[in-house]
């Protein structure tokens, strides 16, 4: 068979689900149904986009047993084909094979531990005592500070910044221009100037966490910041000192999290929201992007708060009330009872 | 003749535009009206400002026509007296020049193609199979991924990060922190885990493109992230995967795109804003700063969706009434029939 | 006595304050009231946790003048615990010693004047001309422009960079990430293209200034960005060109500053709040959080402009109604002025 590609009869041995179809289909790469070409296997995690079906030039598909019949592409049914469409694409795209082993342009400080099938490249700097577990890749740039811990098969992407003495799991996925475990923000106000506040706690990152680029994880005043298990985060996302993440939660860009928050497992947040700090969250609270959380939420559920935009001569006419909203409310009162009183002497 | 500095007469035969008063004044650097020492050039862009010509030291003044009676001081008149400005200080602050070659700190990848007349710097990472074209200035600790193609004349400030496989244009302009190429944040549900989608597409970056500070871009999932040329991207921003941004928009500071989202062009974005994922917005939008655009924006025009500050005081007691819009605007259907049962029924 | 730790009697000799209860306490770690274990002291800053005084494991706390009779426990007795603490915790934790010189794989730029005490780490660049002061730590991988001056014990964290013709005074702290000195964003338009506005305005950073992870300060486009004494910005600050910001501001994460604003001495500003440009915000102002400022501020107070947040449904449901806040409050006056006939009428 060409190894530059795969049969559908291989993949579903491997993966799971049924063919219809030709089973003898090769395919050597995912893509959408919009821009597949020969060759490629296209997915359609979405009823919505079932008209697509009729004009992909995919060579197959992968759709759920409800999207079975609505195809004569040869296709892969599947419980789930988000799922099975990213497992697929991992398997044709793996990544590239990294050397074990330390470039000798990398600084590597006392005592650090450092194992043999790790990847340590250019222009790294690994502290005094740091430890970084069996098949890491630490890539150009980054910096590991002193007596951190890294579990295994982590992988920092160029120019990441690791503070000292914090620790992060196993598969561990952070992008370039990350920062874990930066001082927090906290001072004193003292005889009219500010008086900095130690920041002596850890960030403790958990397994298979993905941490996006330009990211900042603050560490702890004294306690620790704490990101668990699973927990997605986007791109420029900041999170403050003492902060805790649940398990599998996501978060999207440009998040805000104030110090102190608890944020619960299952969580998924939209872009540029932000949550004030000492609050905290239930498991399986979804919150709108552009939303201020304000206070805490103690129930699972969808929250909101954003101000619907307008074109922008409407949105001045409109939002000129804002202001007099109070006003408004206290006239329909007093028309409610005019009108009751006209009505009662009529 | 003084080559610290330029007569306006020189300076107008080179840039266009003439010389009232006396063509001899030298000027050597350009500055504010208000800030402006003698040798120096202010420029008038806003007749509003017209008041500072009374006051300005400058010894010469770049004014449009309709200003060119409003002073005495040697002066060029010229059409637009903004880009007039921006043209001189060009001339007048030329970039420093940076020396051909490759420092001997930095780390060059195999098969690696670096045009002898760029400057690569110390400290810099430059991938496998890598493209560096002629004139290109990759300052310290930048990495450049394997396969990434990057054209003539760009100009990379300190630790960018440009992952693999991407491709940027000539005359490139990226700032110190931004990232490109980072994975996008893709990934799929499955039995109470996420799963990772690879992010196979590319970050395609145009001509004469800026790109700020700490801003990311996302490499596409399996499509491209396209920038066109022209472009022009403040500090911190966030472009995720798969968006398309048109030629000559503009975008200011803190601003977030999410996935797959098209902005036409001549777009101007303001500061802070968001745009959710798969929309489109039609060319020449502009976007107010703040404003969260939750759908496609078919028009050209200027869009909204700001909630106007106040004190403190006024915005708890005005906020408080829009958790009861909904009731207001019954009652006040309730009010008008009543009201008209009761006229009618006198 | 065990080195390992201090008695209250030597605590308050060096920082005052007096004993209640044992002063012959050993304590060795500063801890939050919740988790603080034995040998650690703990403190009150704010009546309201005043309960947990009886729960807590604390070997001594510090507390008010007010609180001193709440408790048996050991206790430090002061004017202003939160500082106290600060300055104990200082004292207990001392920074990391970094031993004077230059790492010979630094690359240091012809001209350039490092003190003798200052320590310079492996992979950072400093360009030509740069002055580096007494006692300052620059950490790994950090990038100084040619000419930018820095002060004395100043301590830049791994990956800063500084471009060239800046200054920055005694003791500032700048964290992984932070860039300053990047070009603002200042162009022309002509003929349908952007045509760049050389930035040759400086950033110029006071004593004492704390700079957070990932934050950006823009240099001036012609006069320079001036950040005062004392200042504190927190991780994720966008500031652009020409801001001023007066001594002893506090601006917490995510916050951005547009062009040429001027913020007094002594502000507060709220996470992810926006300033536009050309503002002038008076001293002493505080502002909310998520907050868009979009006119100047000339009275001392505290601004508010947050949508509140609610359950999705109860929010779409009174949000729709925002874009008819004019034809609502033109019925409102409808209905008082026709109320009004009825009643002349009766």
Redesign the interface.
Known sequence: MDRTGYRLAEIVARFGGRVDGDASTVVDQ???LD?ARSKQIAFLANSKYRKQLETTRASAVIVAGADAAATAIPRIVCA?P??Y???L??FL?PL?AFTAGI?P?A?IGAGAQISPTAHI???V?IGEGAVIGAGCVI???C?IG?HTTIGEGTRL???V?V??DCVLGNNV?A???A?IG??G?G????N???????Q?GRAIIGN?V?I???T?I?RGA??DTVIED?V?L???I?I?HNVRIGA?T?I???V?I?GSTTIGCYCRIG??A?I?GHLSIADGVE????????KSIREK????????????D?????????????D??T??RN??K??EA??R??
Chains 1, 2, 3 share one sequence.
Not at 287 to 294: A, G, H, P
Not at 301 to 312: L, Q, R, V
Not at 316 to 325: D, Q
């Open positions: 995912v893509a959408t821009s789930n988000y799922s469409f990213a497992r694409s991992a795209n590239p470039h342009g600084v490249a250019e222009q700097s890539m150009s740039g910096s002193a992407y160029p120019r910044v503070y000292h996925i992008h370039s221009g920062v930066s001082d923000f001072m004193a106000w003292e009219g100037c500010w008086l900095k506040i130690p002596i298979d993905e996006g680029a330009n900042t603050d004294l306690d699973d997605k986007d791109n420029q900041q403050a599998h996501a999207a860009g440009c805000g104030a872009g540029s932000g004030l919150i709108s992007s552009f939303t201020l959380i304000s559920g969808t929250y909101s708060g954003i101000y619907p935009f307008s074109e922008k409407g949105w001045l006419k409109n939002a000129s009330h804002l202001r007099h909203l109070d408004m409310a006239r329909i028309l409610e005019e009108l006209l009505k002497r009529d």
